[in-house]
């Protein structure tokens, strides 16, 4: 047996399980290193619980996991669905104990500082030195790696070049009163930043409470147009692929979906730029299967997975290795751009500090 898991783990595995027990076992030869091994692999029990989006378990994304449940076939993921991160949070509040969710980029200094989840160790991913740089220093707090970078993309504009005539490449295309009844929004606070951008506020993100005010005046002013505000990309399917809806807030994975049915589509990059964002893994503080998590994550960081997540969703991933099959989509994506997410290209989605008072004015708005 030690022979045999020997032969399944590579050398520069082998060091850091060894490592990662003590360094002790590297005194007693490879098969002290391999008993050390399978002690560590074997000391976590379960199956690994995963707080996620929909679309990323076992209901389409089974490839981006799919080394890891090779690996690990006693220790299968079971994953819970979040709405948005706020969803994750009251879920986590509410007793939910997952080893391991998956936020953006806007909330790492949020969860790094809450208490809630712990660094993780670098070492312990073999896929981890070919993430982009750039993504992994955003999800860094304090020097510490709370966030592990994966897949990343753009709050941007979908919309029916068949049906709808923007007056200007813009995020006013939203409130376009032409329109009323084609429009759809994103049920989240995000919604104040991209009003806040669209209104010419400097810093949307950390908007006063009159600029705030503004923002929230233009939103509620224009829900009157908008059919749908939508938490759940398959609404958001269904209503623009039946012809209810011709402009959305929208992701890249929207544009890819209704490219397959057939449909005159355009992905636009408005001139106050889109916003840009990047799935941060991270870890739960108490997780009782910590290892067994940096072994899913380091499954999702591959190149491969990459590439699929590029070829099925059209989102952008942190692997620089990766490359989907699509020309178009590698223009479109910018992957060979490494800061293709922030500064001059887009916004970087970003901590708000004052979060809790966004949320309560986007419901303010729901509301009205």
Do not use: C
């Not at 690996?71 to 969803?87: C, I, L, V, W």
């Not at 740089?133 to 070049?161: E, H, N, T």
């Not at 084609?182 to 010419?200: H, N, R, T």
């Not at 910018?334 to 500090?353: G, Y």
């Amino acid at each position: 047996m030690d022979e045999t898991l020997e032969r399944r783990l590579s050398r520069e595995q082998l060091l850091k399980i060894a490592a990662a027990a003590g360094g002790a076992s590297l005194l007693g030869g490879p098969l002290a290193t391999a008993r050390a091994a399978q002690d560590w692999l074997s000391s976590e029990s379960g199956r690994l619980q995963v707080l996620d989006w929909a679309g990323y378990g076992n209901d389409g994304g089974q490839a981006m996991f799919s080394a890891y449940v090779k690996a690990h076939p006693r220790n299968k993921p079971q994953f819970t669905y979040m709405g948005n991160e706020s969803d994750a949070l009251a879920k986590i509040h509410a007793g939910l104990k997952p080893d391991l969710f998956r936020p953006y980029v806007g909330w790492v200094k949020y969860f790094a500082t809450s208490g809630l989840v712990q660094p993780w160790n670098p070492r312990l991913m073999s896929n981890f030195k070919h993430l982009n740089p750039f993504m992994v220093k955003a999800g860094q707090y304090k020097g510490k790696q709370y966030g592990v970078p994966d897949d990343w993309g753009f709050d941007a504009i979908l919309y029916r070049s068949d049906k709808v005539h923007p007056r200007a490449r813009s995020w006013g295309l939203l409130f376009d009163d032409r329109y009323k009844g084609k429009i759809a929004w994103f049920d989240d606070l995000e919604m104040l930043v991209m009003a806040g951008l669209y209104l010419g506020i400097p810093r949307p993100w950390h908007q006063t409470d009159e600029q705030l005010k503004r923002s929230q005046q233009l939103l509620m002013k224009k829900k009157k147009l908008a059919r749908l505000i939508w938490s759940s990309e398959t609404n958001l399917w269904e209503a623009f692929g039946s012809g209810d809806i011709w402009i959305a807030y929208a992701w890249p994975n929207d544009w890819v979906q209704m490219k397959k049915k057939k449909l005159k589509v355009v992905y636009m990059r408005p001139k106050e730029k889109p916003i840009a964002w990047v799935g941060m893994f991270m870890l739960l503080k108490g997780s009782p299967r910590p290892h067994l998590a940096h072994q899913y994550v380091n499954a999702w960081s591959s190149a491969r997975s990459g590439k699929w997540l590029e070829d099925n969703y059209g989102y952008g991933h942190a692997n620089t290795l990766a490359r989907p099959s699509s020309s178009a989509l590698l223009k479109a994506l910018q992957l060979t751009n490494p800061k293709a997410v922030t500064e001059p290209a887009a916004h970087l989605d970003r901590d708000i500090p004052r979060r809790a008072v966004y949320a309560r004015m986007w419901e303010e708005v729901k509301a009205s």
